[in-house]
């Protein structure tokens, strides 16, 4: 006899209660192998985000997406861990120069990533653009270059929570993606089973993001930071600008090259910046306080990990990178200051040039993408370069051009511009070092 039905544990939630440990890990355990069904769980699902959790309903959910899957386990690396998750944004590329700059200061960065869907592009899609690339590799292999390397980017395998991977595909489907439990327990549920030893959490906020607003970033931010502690995963949040696309760059090969340039101590500032933050949380979380990111940065170590990292998994990093066949240039149409340009619009402009996918199964133009070339801030003259579409199939010109319509603003020249800091909020307990 099973020691709960579909039925009561939709009716507690649906009235209000807190779901009991039992219900729960026999509710996503059931849901797991087909014996509750999806409309049942969709029933749960709006149920949930209706009424909430409390912090012992959300972390026992994350712990039953967990136990539905394998648990990775690094302990016999001879360094720390660290991973960073970012909540997804556009022009988001920290992760590439990030994982080798970390690796080179020591600490081992398993970096389980997945494909882009919809506007915010995907960490595997930008590092399949150069040429020999692989994303899937074995545990044994992921280990092995861990040790050998210090840091991998690869394709999350099936066997990591796949309550989560049915589950998320049905919230998606159901307008039940936006509930905090069920964002949080999901993020978490995969980082927890992947292993790592200290976590970093980029939580987006602003128009490209998936949280619009700071104070339900700042909850998500919240209610992660406690799954993972009580986890054992030294985790903190930083809740990031997501107003403003980052960087000059959002495609997949140019985002790459972008990634290149920081890696060889350039680059545009604002990714440097948030490179170096999440560099500095990730080596405080691992316990590794006596070296500075940004002398691994200027003295070309980050970028010998970034090469070795892609020779290991069959790139060729001196390979040239694709570029699209045809391109469009947006020029300034008078004098001023660039005092708006909106990530949502740059997001959905690259996405229709090809760079992202409409369905899962869709494949991604290397090439494709949007060139900014004047960020907020910027004095701009008339007829400058504002933007450079890109992509090999023109007929989506159009489309691209009506996202971007709206997307900016020029305002009178000397108009004073008041950026909000990227950095916005810290979430967490361990401090890095301050230089
Ligand atoms: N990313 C995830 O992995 N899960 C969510 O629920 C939302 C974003």
Redesign the pocket.
């Known amino acids: 006899m099973n020691a709960h039905d579909a039925v009561e544990v939709i009716s507690t939630k649906r009235d209000g209660g807190a779901l009991s440990r039992s219900q729960i890990s026999w509710v996503v355990d059931a849901y797991t192998k087909g014996v509750v069904a999806d409309e049942q769980m969709s029933a749960l699902a709006m149920a949930i985000l209706l009424n909430g959790m409390d912090g012992r309903e959300i972390a026992d959910w994350t712990e039953a997406m967990i136990a539905s899957g394998e648990r990775m386990d690094f302990s016999t690396l001879s360094r720390p861990t660290a991973d960073k998750h970012s909540?997804?944004g556009v022009g988001d590329k920290i992760t590439l120069p990030l994982a080798p700059l970390v690796a080179a200061c020591g600490v081992a960065v398993p970096q389980l990533s997945?494909r882009g869907l919809g506007h915010t592009g995907g960490t595997l899609d930008k590092l399949e653009s150069i040429p020999g690339w692989r994303a899937t590799l074995s545990n044994e292999e992921m280990l092995a270059q861990l040790e050998s390397v210090g840091a991998v980017i690869c394709a999350a395998g099936d066997g990591l929570a796949p309550a989560?991977r049915k589950l998320?595909a049905l919230?998606d489907v159901t307008g039940t993606?936006e509930a905090i439990p069920?964002?949080a327990s999901?993020?978490m549920s995969?980082k927890i089973a992947e292993g790592t030893g200290a976590l970093v959490l980029d939580v987006k906020v602003g128009s490209g993001a998936?949280m619009k607003d700071v104070d339900r970033a700042r909850e998500l931010a919240e209610v992660m930071v406690a799954l993972g502690s009580n986890a054992g995963v030294t985790t903190v949040a930083l809740l990031t600008d997501m107003d403003v696309p980052l960087g000059l760059t959002a495609g997949n090969a140019i985002e790459v090259a972008e990634s290149v340039e920081v890696l060889a101590g350039g680059g545009p500032p604002d990714v440097v910046e948030l490179t170096l933050a999440l560099a500095r949380e990730m080596l405080a979380g691992a316990g590794v306080t006596d070296v500075d990111p940004a002398d691994r940065l200027a003295d070309g170590s980050a970028m010998d990990a970034w090469k070795a990292m892609i020779r290991a998994q069959g790139g060729d990093p001196d390979a040239p990178l694709p570029t699209a066949r045809e391109s469009h240039v947006v020029t300034a149409d008078a004098g001023g200051v660039l005092t708006r340009l909106d990530a949502l619009a740059v997001g959905i402009a690259a996405w229709r040039l090809g760079a992202g996918r409409e369905r899962k199964e869709d494949p991604v133009q290397a090439g494709a993408g949007v060139v900014w070339h004047a960020r907020p801030g910027d004095a701009v003259t008339a007829g400058q370069p504002l933007f450079t579409l890109l992509t090999d199939t023109p007929e989506r010109f159009d489309r691209a051009l009506a996202a971007l319509d709206g997307g900016y603003r020029i305002d009178p020249p000397g108009t004073s511009y008041d950026a909000r800091p990227l950095v916005i909020d810290r979430v967490g307990e361990v401090a890095p070092v301050q230089r």
């Open positions: 909540t997804g997945g989560d998320y919230r993606v069920l964002i999901s993020i995969k998936f």
